[in-house]
């Protein structure tokens, strides 16, 4: 049996390789931030007399249509960020981190995208870290 090709080898290489830092950085953000302080000049909750009524929790339908988006363009910052608010809003904290940290890989500097893994990383410290860290 003859040996796959260079040409199609490389590739997979490279979707594994993608697919293993992904998952290696979200796994970093929860644990670095998980070990940081309070998260810094984080504003107050708003009162309840100025809190907007609260948005539907996103449906299943919503993440997924959010994840073809996804596959179609993976350098979407804003359809990742999209993804994270949904998996939050829905309780998924670990697939949360993930789209967070994938955005994070696209645009380091995006402040939503830090305020967003440190609220991630507050909810863990609450929740115990086995329940939202692999």
Do not use: C
């Amino acid at each position: 049996m003859a040996a796959p090709s260079r040409r199609n080898v490389l590739p997979l290489l490279a979707l594994a390789g993608l697919a293993a830092l992904s998952t290696a950085a979200a796994i970093a953000a929860a644990v670095f931030l998980s070990s940081t302080g309070d998260g810094g000049d984080a504003a107050p909750p708003p009162s309840p007399a100025t809190a907007a009524a609260p948005a539907p929790t996103p449906d299943g339908a919503e993440v997924l249509r959010l994840r073809e988006r996804l596959i179609e363009n993976p350098g979407d910052i804003a359809g990742w960020k999209a993804l994270g608010r949904a998996h939050m809003e829905r309780g998924e904290y670990r697939e949360a981190v993930e789209a967070f940290s994938q955005a994070s890989l696209l645009a380091p500097k995006d402040p939503q995208i830090a305020g967003a893994l440190r609220q991630l990383a507050d909810i863990a410290r609450g929740q115990g870290r086995h329940k939202f860290i692999p």
